[in-house]
């Protein structure tokens, strides 16, 4: 048994490769962008790749290598269940209806009439996001009919940038200011962005539909709970101050006791049903108390969750202590491919 691993740097690939080592897992280095990947594959496995929604080739072409690989026979982390919906906010809307998840009531516009005729009769405030992003960067409150009414304008003209510089910057600085990076940081990371900015100049604009979610008031903080095979773990973030978004906010709790184990199962549930290898979820409560899913996402960052307390099993048995999430994803397909 041979895995296939890409390696990237930030990426999952590192733990995996470190794991792969330790347990004496056989695995090869295989570079998904070189044009004969397929070849490359083909005494391997599987294939463990971490593509990420900020690098545009992997938008370009992940899911379809993935679909692909499946298609000779072999394993893939994420495999295509998992990773197809990725990234894709409307894909999830369709999919969590689908097979009646809990999703915050969702709405979807590929007409510029058919929103202006919704627009004249809901309620607001609204909650806008385009498909992509993450970080909240693409999230937004909508408070008024005359201000959906003028994103109904841009989304059927010039569209929305995926990558909105002045937001990027504005969140930097209030990171600063929490003490959350310094300048240092700050200059590092924005280089890196000017430099590499071929991500943000190669993303398209985002145009020809609308999306809108129902507004859930009142959370403090969004419950982010991932599920790997049959483990889960958990994290609250909590909102920006003056603001309704927790994700990229910053502010972290981790403690047992912050999570309510309805958001567990029903994590553990869905994941079942869309048969997904693992799915990090993201829940805030309705005016009765109720959990509500607001999105979906295979991928996740890394660091943020090494503080996590333990997790639990799907008979709700929690395991108190560290744990490393991605020796998981190998465990899942070393138990595969068995
Ligand atoms: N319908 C909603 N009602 C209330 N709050 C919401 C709603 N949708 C999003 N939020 C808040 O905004 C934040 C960002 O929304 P969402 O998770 O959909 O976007 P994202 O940028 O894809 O996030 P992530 O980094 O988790 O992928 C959430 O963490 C939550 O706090
Ligand atoms: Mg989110």
Redesign the pocket.
Known sequence: MKIGIHESKGSFSKRWIAYCERLSIQYKIVDCYASDIVQQLSDCDALMWHFHQENYRDTLFAKQLIASVEAMGKKAFPDIRTCWHF?D?VGQKYLLEAINAPL?PTYIFYDSRDAYNWIKQAEFP??F?LKV???????RLVKSEKEARRLVKIAFSNGFPVFDRWNNLRERYRKVKEGKDDFMGILKKDLVVFLSSQDSKMGHPQKGYLYF?????G?D??T?IIVIGDKAFAMK?L?RKGD??????GNFKYEKEEFDERCIKIAFETTEKIKAQCV?Y?F?FDQSGNP?I??I?YGFKIKVYDPCTGYWDKDMNWYPGNFIPQEWMVELMVKNLK
Do not use: C
Not at 133 to 139: D, H, I, K, L, Q
């Open positions: 990234d906010k915050v609204k909650v996001k992003g993450a970080g909240s960067t693409n999230v979610q129902d507004f859930i008031e959370n903080s969004d982010r973030r909102v309704f978004r927790a994700s990229g906010s990090a993201d805030v509500l607001l999105e996402s």
